[in-house]
């Protein structure tokens, strides 16, 4: 037994797309209302910590690159 598909009809009028348009942003401002945004200070703390966990990782895998290049040109002069 086949099925039948239907496409939606493009919508034909300006004043549709209008209304449509209007309701998602109307939509998209009432979430945006209803967010807990985070406090200047908030974001100045949580920036300052994910940088600090950048600056310790990268120096992290700089030291284990350096002792891994050691190790591995001790092995190739083997």
Known sequence: MAVEKT????????D?????????????????????????HEVQRLSSVVIGIIVVLGVYMAVLNSVLEVVFNWIARI
């Open 7 to 14: 496409l939606k009809p493009a919508p034909t009028s300006g």
């Open 16 to 40: 549709d797309i209008a209304r449509k348009s209007e309701s998602f942003l109307r939509g998209v401002w009432s979430e945006l209302e209803k967010t807990t945004w985070p406090t200047p």
